[in-house]
T-cell receptor, first 117, second 115 residues
Framework: GAGVSQSPRYKVTKRGQDVALRCDPI?????LYWYRQALGQGPEFLTY????????KSGLPNDRFSAERPEGSISTLTIQRTEQRDSAMYRC???????????????FGPGTRLTVL | AQSVTQLGSHVSVSEGALVLLRCNYS??????LFWYVQYPNQGLQLLLK??????LVKGINGFEAEFKKSETSFHLTKPSAHMSDAAEYFC?????????????FGAGTRLFVKA
Protein backbone atom coordinates (compact mmCIF):
# COMPACT_ATOMS: atom_id res chain seq x y z
CA GLY A 1 0.00 0.00 0.00
CA ALA A 2 1.02 3.60 -0.39
CA GLY A 3 3.00 5.14 2.41
CA VAL A 4 3.39 8.75 3.40
CA SER A 5 4.51 10.87 0.49
CA GLN A 6 6.06 14.31 0.50
CA SER A 7 6.67 16.77 -2.28
CA PRO A 8 8.87 18.14 -3.50
CA ARG A 9 11.66 15.84 -2.42
CA TYR A 10 14.19 18.62 -2.93
CA LYS A 11 13.64 22.35 -2.90
CA VAL A 12 16.23 25.01 -3.51
CA THR A 13 15.10 28.57 -3.01
CA LYS A 14 16.54 32.00 -2.56
CA ARG A 15 16.47 33.82 0.72
CA GLY A 16 13.28 35.81 1.12
CA GLN A 17 11.10 33.53 -1.01
CA ASP A 18 8.12 31.63 0.34
CA VAL A 19 7.99 27.83 0.11
CA ALA A 20 5.18 25.31 0.54
CA LEU A 21 5.93 21.74 1.48
CA ARG A 22 3.29 19.11 0.97
CA CYS A 23 2.54 15.95 2.92
CA ASP A 24 0.16 13.25 1.78
CA PRO A 25 -0.47 10.88 4.72
CA ILE A 26 -1.55 7.28 4.64
CA UNK A 27 -5.24 7.10 3.85
CA UNK A 28 -7.36 6.98 6.98
CA UNK A 29 -4.66 8.17 9.35
CA UNK A 30 -6.14 10.69 11.73
CA UNK A 31 -3.06 12.38 13.11
CA LEU A 32 -0.30 14.09 11.21
CA TYR A 33 3.01 15.47 12.45
CA TRP A 34 5.65 17.79 11.05
CA TYR A 35 9.29 17.56 12.07
CA ARG A 36 12.48 19.34 11.10
CA GLN A 37 15.71 17.39 11.02
CA ALA A 38 19.07 19.07 10.91
CA LEU A 39 22.09 17.18 9.63
CA GLY A 40 23.38 14.81 12.29
CA GLN A 41 20.36 15.27 14.51
CA GLY A 42 17.10 13.51 15.18
CA PRO A 43 13.75 14.87 14.04
CA GLU A 44 12.57 17.91 16.01
CA PHE A 45 8.83 18.32 16.57
CA LEU A 46 7.19 21.31 14.85
CA THR A 47 3.43 20.83 14.98
CA TYR A 48 0.68 18.26 14.71
CA UNK A 49 -2.93 17.76 13.70
CA UNK A 50 -5.76 15.54 14.78
CA UNK A 51 -7.97 15.41 11.70
CA UNK A 52 -8.06 19.00 10.46
CA UNK A 53 -7.45 20.60 13.83
CA UNK A 54 -4.00 21.89 14.61
CA UNK A 55 -3.57 20.88 18.22
CA UNK A 56 -0.22 22.35 19.03
CA LYS A 57 2.18 24.57 17.18
CA SER A 58 4.56 25.29 20.01
CA GLY A 59 7.41 23.73 18.07
CA LEU A 60 7.19 26.13 15.15
CA PRO A 61 10.34 28.29 15.32
CA ASN A 62 8.61 31.61 14.63
CA ASP A 63 5.63 33.15 12.90
CA ARG A 64 7.14 32.68 9.44
CA PHE A 65 6.20 29.01 9.78
CA SER A 66 2.61 27.85 9.43
CA ALA A 67 0.82 24.62 8.67
CA GLU A 68 -2.63 23.58 7.64
CA ARG A 69 -4.60 20.44 7.01
CA PRO A 70 -7.95 21.82 5.82
CA GLU A 71 -9.74 18.57 5.00
CA GLY A 72 -8.05 16.32 7.48
CA SER A 73 -5.87 14.65 4.88
CA ILE A 74 -3.15 16.47 2.93
CA SER A 75 -1.14 18.98 4.89
CA THR A 76 1.00 21.90 3.81
CA LEU A 77 3.85 23.44 5.77
CA THR A 78 4.56 26.97 4.59
CA ILE A 79 7.66 28.97 5.33
CA GLN A 80 7.48 32.65 4.47
CA ARG A 81 10.47 34.87 3.76
CA THR A 82 12.88 31.97 3.99
CA GLU A 83 16.25 32.40 5.65
CA GLN A 84 19.40 30.33 5.31
CA ARG A 85 18.90 28.92 8.80
CA ASP A 86 15.67 27.30 7.56
CA SER A 87 17.71 24.86 5.46
CA ALA A 88 17.00 21.36 6.75
CA MET A 89 15.12 18.15 6.04
CA TYR A 90 11.41 18.56 6.76
CA ARG A 91 9.66 15.33 7.61
CA CYS A 92 6.00 14.48 7.84
CA UNK A 93 4.55 11.51 9.70
CA UNK A 94 1.05 10.16 10.13
CA UNK A 95 -0.52 7.79 12.60
CA UNK A 96 -3.74 5.80 12.69
CA UNK A 97 -4.51 6.92 16.23
CA UNK A 98 -5.03 10.29 17.77
CA UNK A 99 -2.03 12.30 18.77
CA UNK A 100 -2.27 12.17 22.51
CA UNK A 101 -2.20 8.39 22.37
CA UNK A 102 1.54 8.46 22.66
CA UNK A 103 1.99 4.74 22.14
CA UNK A 104 0.99 4.85 18.49
CA UNK A 105 3.57 4.24 15.79
CA UNK A 106 4.27 7.08 13.43
CA UNK A 107 4.77 6.40 9.74
CA PHE A 108 7.26 8.75 8.19
CA GLY A 109 7.56 10.14 4.71
CA PRO A 110 10.91 10.44 2.88
CA GLY A 111 11.18 14.13 3.68
CA THR A 112 11.73 17.33 1.74
CA ARG A 113 15.30 18.62 1.67
CA LEU A 114 15.08 22.42 1.74
CA THR A 115 18.10 24.50 0.82
CA VAL A 116 17.91 28.26 1.16
CA LEU A 117 20.62 30.12 -0.72
CA ALA B 1 11.49 18.16 30.45
CA GLN B 2 12.13 14.94 28.66
CA SER B 3 15.33 14.22 26.79
CA VAL B 4 16.93 11.32 24.98
CA THR B 5 20.63 10.56 24.86
CA GLN B 6 22.14 8.13 22.41
CA LEU B 7 25.72 7.28 23.27
CA GLY B 8 27.91 7.20 20.20
CA SER B 9 27.00 8.96 17.01
CA HIS B 10 28.76 6.17 15.07
CA VAL B 11 29.08 2.48 15.87
CA SER B 12 31.03 0.02 13.75
CA VAL B 13 30.73 -3.76 14.05
CA SER B 14 31.82 -6.72 11.99
CA GLU B 15 29.27 -8.84 10.19
CA GLY B 16 28.07 -11.53 12.59
CA ALA B 17 29.03 -9.57 15.70
CA LEU B 18 26.71 -8.31 18.41
CA VAL B 19 25.04 -4.97 17.82
CA LEU B 20 24.49 -2.75 20.87
CA LEU B 21 23.09 0.75 20.47
CA ARG B 22 22.61 2.68 23.69
CA CYS B 23 19.71 4.94 24.63
CA ASN B 24 19.04 6.69 27.92
CA TYR B 25 16.11 8.94 28.63
CA SER B 26 15.37 11.58 31.18
CA UNK B 27 11.78 11.70 32.40
CA UNK B 28 9.96 12.00 35.69
CA UNK B 29 7.82 9.00 34.77
CA UNK B 30 8.59 6.15 32.38
CA UNK B 31 7.58 7.23 28.90
CA UNK B 32 6.64 5.20 25.88
CA LEU B 33 9.86 4.19 24.15
CA PHE B 34 10.60 3.60 20.49
CA TRP B 35 13.44 2.66 18.18
CA TYR B 36 13.23 3.78 14.57
CA VAL B 37 15.60 2.95 11.70
CA GLN B 38 16.35 5.20 8.76
CA TYR B 39 17.81 3.91 5.52
CA PRO B 40 19.26 6.36 2.98
CA ASN B 41 16.64 8.40 1.14
CA GLN B 42 13.82 6.82 3.11
CA GLY B 43 11.62 7.81 5.99
CA LEU B 44 12.03 6.51 9.51
CA GLN B 45 10.61 3.04 10.09
CA LEU B 46 9.56 1.62 13.44
CA LEU B 47 11.77 -1.22 14.70
CA LEU B 48 10.07 -1.78 18.03
CA LYS B 49 8.35 -0.04 20.91
CA UNK B 50 7.73 -0.41 24.61
CA UNK B 51 4.45 0.77 26.09
CA UNK B 52 3.55 -1.47 29.02
CA UNK B 53 4.05 -5.05 30.11
CA UNK B 54 7.07 -7.16 29.31
CA UNK B 55 10.22 -5.11 29.47
CA LEU B 56 12.02 -7.10 26.77
CA VAL B 57 10.48 -6.26 23.43
CA LYS B 58 11.23 -7.86 20.10
CA GLY B 59 11.07 -6.03 16.84
CA ILE B 60 11.62 -6.55 13.17
CA ASN B 61 14.82 -7.82 11.58
CA GLY B 62 15.95 -9.65 14.73
CA PHE B 63 16.32 -6.57 16.90
CA GLU B 64 15.22 -6.38 20.50
CA ALA B 65 15.41 -3.87 23.31
CA GLU B 66 15.02 -4.01 27.05
CA PHE B 67 13.42 -1.31 29.15
CA LYS B 68 15.28 -0.87 32.43
CA LYS B 69 13.48 1.60 34.63
CA SER B 70 16.21 1.71 37.27
CA GLU B 71 18.76 2.67 34.64
CA THR B 72 16.36 4.82 32.55
CA SER B 73 17.66 2.92 29.55
CA PHE B 74 16.26 1.28 26.43
CA HIS B 75 19.28 -0.19 24.65
CA LEU B 76 18.85 -1.85 21.25
CA THR B 77 20.57 -5.16 20.52
CA LYS B 78 20.89 -7.74 17.79
CA PRO B 79 22.90 -10.92 18.32
CA SER B 80 24.43 -11.06 14.85
CA ALA B 81 24.88 -8.08 12.56
CA HIS B 82 24.09 -8.29 8.88
CA MET B 83 25.32 -5.99 6.17
CA SER B 84 21.75 -4.86 5.57
CA ASP B 85 21.60 -3.48 9.13
CA ALA B 86 23.81 -0.56 8.14
CA ALA B 87 21.60 2.47 8.70
CA GLU B 88 20.88 5.24 11.18
CA TYR B 89 18.99 4.36 14.33
CA PHE B 90 16.92 6.76 16.44
CA CYS B 91 15.64 6.25 19.95
CA UNK B 92 12.49 8.22 20.80
CA UNK B 93 10.16 8.80 23.75
CA UNK B 94 6.67 10.15 24.27
CA UNK B 95 5.14 10.90 27.65
CA UNK B 96 2.59 8.37 28.92
CA UNK B 97 0.03 10.81 30.24
CA UNK B 98 -3.03 12.02 28.42
CA UNK B 99 -2.11 14.46 25.72
CA UNK B 100 1.26 12.87 25.29
CA UNK B 101 1.81 13.68 21.70
CA UNK B 102 5.22 15.24 21.54
CA UNK B 103 7.77 12.67 20.53
CA UNK B 104 11.34 13.48 21.46
CA PHE B 105 14.06 11.91 19.33
CA GLY B 106 17.68 11.26 20.14
CA ALA B 107 20.39 12.52 17.83
CA GLY B 108 20.76 9.12 16.19
CA THR B 109 23.47 6.49 15.92
CA ARG B 110 24.86 5.51 12.55
CA LEU B 111 25.65 1.81 12.39
CA PHE B 112 28.40 0.59 10.08
CA VAL B 113 28.75 -3.13 9.37
CA LYS B 114 32.12 -4.39 8.11
CA ALA B 115 32.41 -7.50 5.99
Amino acid sequence: GAGVSQSPRYKVTKRGQDVALRCDPISGHVSLYWYRQALGQGPEFLTYFNYEAQQDKSGLPNDRFSAERPEGSISTLTIQRTEQRDSAMYRCASSPGLAGEGYNEQFFGPGTRLTVL
Amino acid sequence: AQSVTQLGSHVSVSEGALVLLRCNYSSSVPPYLFWYVQYPNQGLQLLLKYTTGATLVKGINGFEAEFKKSETSFHLTKPSAHMSDAAEYFCAVTPPWAGGFKTIFGAGTRLFVKA
